[in-house]
């Protein structure tokens, strides 16, 4: 047989991993289990990062055999993959909490509002067990990163709503670009932050949410009459 050609090797795609958990645990024992080795897998990760994390690794700090955890997962990408759901989902229901409408009275209250929302969602990063490093990985390893624009576009589209609740007057798809441009500057102030410890959280937050909230400012203006 003749040996594969580069057109070949180059057109032959790697398998695509499976990410979802092979079980969800209905008896508690079970998911006692599951609960520990994702909150092993996050302990690991801190300590380690996600290049050396592996599921032998996550198996000798549990207590577990391999074949144990692969009843529930079935690679470390998967334990990724679920982490980074959990974490995503912890920043998301920030927007509820901190976008009511109440943020929108006035331009202060408005940049007021952004950075409490920015700092309370570095807060929970900052909590989570691996947090930044799960951040990361969503951005990192290109089969997570569904993740995080998923996450991305869920947030966008509670923005969006919010603003064009409190800014009719301005064009929707204007909100829309606004809402996703933020998300990505959360996500780069929140890097930025756990980078480099000797910067000021609130500072860097306030300026963000300032930026953010002097455009809207600016567009609200705009599209008066």
């Not at 549990?62 to 955890?69: Q, T, V, W």
């Not at 990724?80 to 959990?86: K, M, S, T, Y």
């Not at 912890?90 to 202060?108: G, M």
């Not at 950075?115 to 807060?123: N, Q, S, V």
């Amino acid at each position: 047989m003749p040996a594969p050609t580069k057109r070949t090797r180059r057109s032959a795609k790697p398998p695509k991993l499976d990410l979802a958990p092979k079980m969800t645990p209905a008896q508690s024992r079970a998911a006692e289990t599951y609960e520990h080795l994702l909150d092993v897998t996050a302990q690991v990760l801190a300590e380690v990062g996600f290049e050396q994390l592996s599921t032998n690794l996550v198996c000798q700090r549990a207590g577990l055999s391999p074949p144990a955890l692969y009843r529930y997962f079935p690679n470390k990408y998967a334990l990724l993959h679920e982490l980074g759901l959990r974490l995503m989902h912890q920043q998301n229901a920030l927007i509820d909490q901190w976008l009511t409408p109440a943020a929108f009275e006035s331009a202060a209250a408005l940049e007021k509002t952004l950075t409490g929302l920015l700092l309370e969602t570095y807060e929970v990063t900052r909590k989570a067990a691996g947090g930044i490093w799960i951040m990361r990985a969503l951005r990192a390893i290109p089969m997570l990163q569904d993740v995080r624009l998923e996450s991305a576009g869920e947030v966008a589209a509670q923005a969006t709503a919010r603003l064009s609740a409190a800014f009719p007057e301005i064009p929707r798809e204007e909100l829309q670009l606004i809402s996703r441009v933020a998300d990505s500057m959360a996500f780069a102030a929140l890097e930025m932050l756990f980078d480099d410890p000797s910067l000021d959280a609130p500072s860097v937050m306030r300026l963000v949410a300032a930026s953010l909230a002097s455009h809207l400012q600016r567009l609200q203006a705009e599209a008066k009459p």
